[in-house]
């Protein structure tokens, strides 16, 4: 799959999540800031995503996945031939960027 | 008048013990009763994020309860039942002697009957044959089950009420108990609280919200931690608690052995979100201010929290920030002990197991160790938490409770002064 397919799929699933138009969405967009996604809302999305792609991501990869830009890059890099380095995308750079996770929001 | 508040017997199911001197000789050691999941036959665990919870192991009703009454619950009534039991036994009530209209059951339950509800759902849908729906399905999961078999087996037939607030069910079940007898509708209000819901379906619902720790599933006794930087989500939890609530009248009447005195309770919500706090921990603070206002005490008099503290990144900062926002220079003087770091989050049990470690800190003078509190997150860093046993004098304890649906309890327990 091609990275503008990966990145259209993710902005497809956001424009259904959030009831907008594609074209309103940009992939520098921030996903809280611009957005307006809650963590829980985050969550949801990376759900939809998880299914549209057949894979898990783990509760450590949340870290970083913080814009539109971040969540296609990750997605691009599960989807890589995986380098015998390193355990199958577990870890991206995306991944490893500093940001907020979207987890640390949940309480109770 | 009001009539003043008592507590006067103490009962407990939980991952570190049954009964309330294993349960409090394992906290003041700081065991965690956290274990691998085991039992979700025939689901293999790998496709779950965490992998840990808070079991009754070995937990065999039989022991503690009548063989047929137990068959006819679900596991959480049963601890139900088992902590009542233990809780009228301590508190030397005698049910023959009561006026049974006076002796109120209030249960706080979040998820209640999820083991025959996930089965008989799983079986319909499998199989289709909607006349195989075990004919006790309707009864075992209505919410209320519990406080219901609660009354039938120990006669008490005043008020009986289901809470279910979620994570803070029975610290809300444990005011109202309060306020049921403070109101003289009741002299004995026994408050249980009771969760057992690590099923295959509950507790891939929580893998999802990405809530629970999945960081330690190699090491499942420092999965729990809260207040510690190294925390990563909270630790599913069962068991079940009770404590006897009378008024002081009729517990001087009878001569009964004092622990505490639930003297103040708060409830509120945040209208903000289902699951998110308001990150400024200003609602928390309202609520306990206004349960220390119920109870006729001011910020300055207490002398320990048991915090809810679940173990996740914002739960704990949250509550440390509200904590340090009421308290103020006194934050540092309070100790503080997260109950969850041994246990787990026991979910519609927490409040009451809470609860009854608050009553034992205010009767013994002694405070249960915060587990794994290694590494202090500064953002909620707070001097009285500690990951050994205290030791003090405690006059007036509060207990913290949150649940989702944006909704808050506290509870203040204070000293018994004859």
Redo the contacts between chains.
Sequence with gaps: MSDRAVLEKIIQALAEYLKREAAAIKPSHHLRDDLGL???AV?ELL?KIEEVFNF?I???D?VGLTTVDSVAAYVEGRLAPAPTSISPGRRTKSSLKAGT???????? | MQARVVITGLGVVSPIGVGIDEFWKAALAGRSGISGITGFDPFSMD?Y?SKVAGQVRDFSPERYIDRVQADRVDRYAQFALVAAKEALADSGLRMEKEDAHRVGVIVGAGMGGMVMGEREITQLYNYQKPHRVHPNFIPVITLNSASGIVAMAYGAKGPNVTIST??SSSAHALGQGLHCIREGRADVVIVVGADASITPLVFAGFC????LS??FNDHPEKASRPFDRGR??FVMGEGAGALILESLAHAKKRKARIYAEAAGYAATSEAY?????REDGEEVAVTMKLALADAGAIPAQVDYINA?A?S????DA?EAKAIRRLFRSRADKIAVSATKSLVGHTLGAAGAIGAIASVLALYSGQIHPTANYDDPDPACELAGISNTAQERKVRTALLNA???GSNNAAVVLTRYAA
């Design positions: 809650d963590s829980m969550i759900y898990q783990p509760d450590q949340l996770s979207p987890k640390s929001k949940k309480k109770r | 496709g994020r979620a994570c999802s919200l990405r809530a999945s960081k990563d989500g979100h289902m699951v998110i706090p809810h679940t996740t990144a914002i739960g949250v949150f649940g989702f």
